[in-house]
């Protein structure tokens, strides 16, 4: 799927945009379960585990930031994940033996919905290898207003910058620290089908949606098997049994075997702890953490 020159430049980036990387149908279909999950939420008065709510969520006016894991929510994200084009790019930069880390589709409100304070992904799960990435599918056109990814060129080669204030993780890299350059950022537009590839060590975050319309974009977070969570996100299996445990990693598998031999590099890692005062999300955790915002 993907050319040597394709790879090359996420090797050297980072990041990646493939153009039309699902079908008029499969993105078809996609919209239509989206809006069935966005109907349900209308009686959601507070954030729970399906649904984050932005402020103003009426019955009314839906406003949401985002759907949780809409893979245990629907069967087709899944069966996209694993039978799709995005298949095929999975493995072309991850290998034959793949695992989904987590998913969620980011329905960022119009009329200001709620930026994502810049961050790196590996912050909140290392792991024993960072062969992860994460798959940005746009359901809708995404254009400059609509508050698009935006992406720190080469930063997955770097350091991994403090994502903690008020001595809690808050899931967000102070604007002020010296090795943060926005001036460097890299603004990701595209079409509706259009997808965005980016390394689990890339910088990168989200305005807010200033556009009269919901930007609305699926990911899916990634890794190759032989690179096995260390603490974070995926620190719910500590708390499984072993018989739980080995369910939740086949249920997880997408591509090939599982691998019970963890490959371990030379890689940047710090926990992310303690947590902050709300950590159900990316949201709140940067909300009750008192992250201090590069969108201001």
Avoid at 201 to 207: E, I, K, P, V, W
Avoid at 286 to 295: E, L, T
Wanted: with cysteine; net charge negative; proline share 7%.
């Amino acid at each position: 799927m993907l050319s040597e020159q394709d790879r090359a430049f996420f090797a050297q980036n980072g990041y990646l945009k493939v153009p039309g990387a699902v079908s008029v149908d499969q993105l078809t279909k996609l919209r239509g379960i989206t809006a069935e999950l966005i109907d349900q939420s209308r009686d959601i008065t507070v954030s729970d585990d399906r649904f984050d709510l932005d402020d103003g969520h009426t019955r009314d006016a839906p406003r949401l930031t985002r759907i949780k894991l809409p893979h245990k929510q629907h069967p087709y994200f899944w069966d996209l994940l694993r039978n799709s084009a995005i298949t095929d790019i999975l493995t072309d930069l991850l290998g034959p033996d793949t695992m989904l880390q987590t998913s969620k589709l980011n329905t960022k409100a119009p009329g200001g919905g709620a930026a994502v304070e810049w961050h790196q992904d590996w912050a909140f799960y290392p792991h024993t290898n960072d062969d992860m990435l994460a798959f940005g599918l746009m359901l809708e056109d995404i254009e400059e207003e609509n508050g698009p990814l935006q992406v720190m060129p080469g930063t997955h080669k770097g350091p991994i910058l403090s994502h903690h204030a008020n001595g809690v993780f808050c899931g967000a890299v102070d604007p002020d620290d010296p090795l943060f350059h926005p001036e460097k950022a890299v603004t990701l537009t595209g079409k509706a089908g259009d997808m965005t590839v980016h390394h689990a060590r890339l910088l990168h975050g989200s305005a807010p949606n200033m556009s009269n319309r919901t930007r609305m974009i699926l990911f899916y977070e990634c890794h190759a098997a032989d690179a096995w969570p260390l603490l974070g996100a995926g620190s719910y299996i500590h708390s499984l049994g072993q018989a739980r445990l080995w369910e939740d990693l086949h249920e997880r598998l997408i591509t090939g075997q599982l691998c019970l031999t963890p490959r371990i590099e030379q890689v940047p890692v710090s926990i992310p702890l303690p947590p902050a005062p709300d950590a159900s999300s990316i949201f709140k955790s940067q909300q009750s953490g008192g992250a201090k915002s590069a969108f201001r």
